[in-house]
């Protein structure tokens, strides 16, 4: 990775162990535009556990773009842990 600093690994609830990390892009062509989803999720390489970070909605449209996140809760549903950056 780049500069130093801290990073976060993400841990599975159940299995304990680094998860991996994905993201997902959906087009959906609308009426007046278009759609496109992103979701960032982890699942756990052992169990197959997912847990959404976070998802971004964008839009465009005649009127221009527009951007929605919605955070998840990533905290909430899975074990971060703050690992000092190396390299
Ligand atoms: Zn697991």
Redesign the pocket.
């Known amino acids: 990775m780049g500069a130093a600093g801290t990073e976060i690994e993400v841990l599975?609830p159940?299995?304990k162990?680094p998860?991996n990390f994905y993201s997902r892009t959906e087009r959906t062509s609308k009426s007046d535009g278009v759609e496109v989803k992103v979701t960032r999720y982890y699942k756990?390489p052992?169990?197959?556990?997912t847990i959404i970070d976070e998802e971004l909605l964008i839009r465009h449209s005649q009127d221009g773009v527009s951007i929605t996140v919605k955070h998840n809760g990533l905290r909430k549903g899975a074990i971060i842990r703050e690992v000092p950056a190396t390299g």
């Open positions: 599975c159940k299995c162990v998860m756990c052992v169990c197959g556990r």
